[in-house]
């Protein structure tokens, strides 16, 4: 599945300082029955953001007018639980490209770069540094610089570097992805193929 | 050949790579794919959208589980959006040539319980499925483990996906369970222990004579919840208990073909001396019968405890209280007594005759409680068959229980079997996150002879006192 290439990005960011946000939480198992994959975004963190009759709750940050942005900032251990690829796709159709973490599940974490978010995991201080930037101010911008692997608060410098794997990152500069990688090693596949013993 | 010692993990993972990336992932290749109607649509029309085709029909398999019913499985499937995905499941196997074992066939049933029971998960292979709790092959010696969709296009088109090797944990437990100790204890107790994100970037493997005494059905329940520990996946070496449990079973090899495998298996173990990333001791018998009290499955304890205070638990203490608030519990309270309303057995955790076993031993002779609601749901038609020749189902309806359909249910209720909002509910299930129920439910998980104490009693009850 294509999607955009992903160089630098310069955005405002939505903080939500909880911690474990499991997949259940991002889209609820009730809305996975959908056949195609656009549309989850209307249905992301539902349950945290819509009451039982689905009006807002007011009270949660995707309501909240102040914060945008296409920079989702979690607590520790995002994206635990369910191995469900919509969690990432309802994150990316509600138009985030990245999501900063001190920590991230692994599955989650494949999901998000196979399908184009760069999941930038920071130490629990520079998270703890971001949320205070943004909640002071929520105009605060981040840049996620990939070709540089870094993360930097721009209103006060404060800058990190970011670990991601070369072959990985050089797919999110150019937009390729692992299918177009294993559809041009078919040949070394079936030879392995013949070898197995089941 | 190195003569470096290895590991159970490394042996297997090591011969299926088909090739290592610079600074990059393994490309790795896989035996076995488990598909389900919920994570595979869209796989199927990344194909489509591609042109290209299914390289291995022969290694897929489809069951449907995730949003089937577990009542009147033979009238058409009511909500139109399952329904749909029913039918693209059946679709899409048919049209590439995958074995399907969709709603009605004498072989469906939860994907992790179908794969074992019918001998298409064997020792020493690469299993995945759109599913986080693939975990559960690795009971076998399999590494087994959750994929997303896009991973699911890739075994389609090449049976082979992209992926970094994890690290290596070994978790040992030693000594002898007490009384109403099951594997769910286990599991739940080393969830506790490493929290809820205390395994996430290993691989695990389970060692240590709980582990090697432990039944198949057991193994796989605690390999099932190793995801719930942020591990990847969980495995056990292979031995005299997983041959006799795969021997004869319809899939598994046989004749020449079970001797040839039968050698390969017993090379599957870790060599002495062999080094892990982190390795954790626990001794079998400081684990009670376990519950858990907040909204992740790091988040149990003894059920004879109180619930810790925040500054007890790993973690800050503002996600601590928004979880008990979810739960509408409190700091030192006793779970003991806490009323229910709903009681789940079932789903890949637990969800096989052994479990039905466990519970009935508790139901017999007793009543359900009028309070409470009981799903008694098997992992498939098989396990069924079992509860029905062992005369379990005889002791269920006595008490007043009602089996149902096999399937998923209220493990994720993606289908109607879901826990009202604000409804306690003793689940074998493997999550109790927020909503994972039903919008507003409230999970307790437990294994099949708590949930059955709760059942007879309509509060949390201590199993030993009813054993």
């Keep these: 599945m294509a999607y955009d290439k992903f160089t630098v990005l310069t955005s405002t960011a939505v903080p939500l300082p909880i911690e474990n946000v499991d997949t259940d939480q991002i889209i609820p198992a009730r809305f996975l029955k959908a056949t195609k994959r656009e549309g989850f975004g209307d249905n992301l963190f539902r349950d945290w953001r819509y009451n039982g009759d689905d009006s807002p709750k007011q009270d949660f940050v995707l309501n909240n007018p102040i914060y945008s ?17 919509h969690a990432a796709w309802a994150i990316y159709d509600y138009g985030f490209r990245c999501v900063v973490s001190s920590f991230f599940a692994d599955i989650f974490k494949g999901n998000s770069l196979n399908i184009g978010i760069l999941p930038v995991q920071v130490s629990p201080e520079f998270l703890d540094k971001i949320f205070l930037a943004i909640e002071a101010d929520p105009n605060t911008e981040l840049e996620i610089n990939l070709p ?13 570097s970011f670990d991601i794997n ?17 559809q041009a090693m078919k040949g070394e596949i079936k030879e392995f193929e013949a070898e197995r013993i089941y | 050949m190195s003569n470096q010692a290895s590991t159970l993990f490394d042996k297997v993972w090591d011969a299926h790579v088909v090739r290592k990336i610079e600074d990059g992932p393994d490309v790795f290749f896989i ?76 072989r469906n049933g939860i994907v992790h319980v179908v794969g074992p029971e019918n001998g298409i998960t064997l020792p020493g292979m690469t299993i995945v499925c759109g599913d986080s709790h693939t975990s559960t092959h690795g009971a076998f010696g399999a590494i087994a483990f959750g994929i997303g969709t896009s991973e699911v296009e890739m075994v389609l088109s090449s049976q ?11 978790v040992n437990v030693n000594g002898k369970l007490g009384k109403g100790v099951t594997p769910k204890d286990v599991t739940l107790y080393i969830i506790s222990k490493l929290t809820t994100a205390g395994a996430t970037g290993y691989f695990v493997e389970y060692a240590g004579d709980v582990f090697e005494n432990m039944s198949m059905e057991g193994r796989m329940t605690v390999c099932n919840m190793s995801i719930e520990m942020g591990a990847r996946g969980g495995m056990i070496a292979p031995d ?5 449990y795969i021997n004869g079973r319809e899939q598994a090899p046989k004749g020449e073909k079970w001797d040839k495998a039968l050698a390969y298996w017993k090379t599957l173990k870790t060599d002495e001396g062999a080094v892990f990333d982190k390795e954790y001791n626990f001794d079998a018998a400081d684990i009670e019968p376990m519950i858990t009290y907040g909204t992740n499955p790091g988040m149990g304890q003894g059920i004879s405890k109180a619930i810790p205070f925040s500054d007890q638990v790993e973690g800050g203490k503002a996600t601590y209280d928004k979880s008990l608030n979810y739960m509408g519990f409190h700091e030192n309270e006793s779970m003991l007594g806490k009323k229910i309303d709903y009681v789940f057995i079932g789903s890949c955790t637990n969800g096989r005759i052994e479990d039905f076993r466990a519970f009935a031993s508790i139901v017999k002779g007793r009543k359900k409680a009028d309070n409470v609601t009981a799903w008694v749901v098997p992992g498939s038609h098989i396990v069924e068959a079992q509860i029905k020749e062992e005369g379990i189902l005889d002791i ?72």
Excluded at chain 2, 84 to 98: D, F, M, R, V
Excluded at chain 2, 161 to 168: L, S, T, V
Excluded at chain 2, 240 to 244: G, H, M, P, V
């Design chain 1, 69 to 85: 942005g296409k920079i989702l900032v979690g607590g520790h251990n995002f994206g635990s639980g369910s191995s469900r690829e």
């Design chain 1, 148 to 160: 540089e692997q870094t993360i930097t608060i721009l209103a006060t410098g404060e800058q990190q």
């Design chain 1, 166 to 182: 070369g072959y990985k990152k050089h797919n999110m500069i150019n937009g390729f992805d692992d299918i177009d990688y294993l």
């Design chain 2, 31 to 106: 035996d076995r794919h488990f598909i389900h109607e919920v994570t595979s649509p869209v796989a199927f029309l990344g194909l489509e959208s591609r042109n290209i085709g299914v390289m291995y029909a022969e290694r897929t398999f489809a069951t449907a589980d995730h949003n089937t019913p577990t009542i009147n499985q033979h009238l058409p499937v009511q909500d139109p959006l399952s329904a749909n995905q029913l039918k693209a499941l059946e679709t899409n196997s048919a049209k590439y040539g995958i074995s399907h074992w969709g709603l009605g066939h004498a």
């Design chain 2, 160 to 170: 082979c996906i992209m992926q970094p090797k994890p690290k290596k944990m070994r």
């Design chain 2, 240 to 244: 005299e208990t997983t041959f006799a």
């Design chain 2, 396 to 467: 269920l309806t006595e008490a007043g229980f009602e089996l149902r359909q096999p399937g998923c249910s209220a493990c994720l209720a993606m289908n109607d079997d879901k826990i009202p909002a604000g409804k306690y509910a003793v689940s074998t299930s493997n999550r109790n996150f927020e909503g994972r129920q039903g919008p507003g439910a409230r999970t307790l998980l437990a294994s099949p002879l708590v949930a059955a104490a709760a059942a007879v009693t309509g509060v949390v009850t201590d199993p030993r006192d009813l054993l």
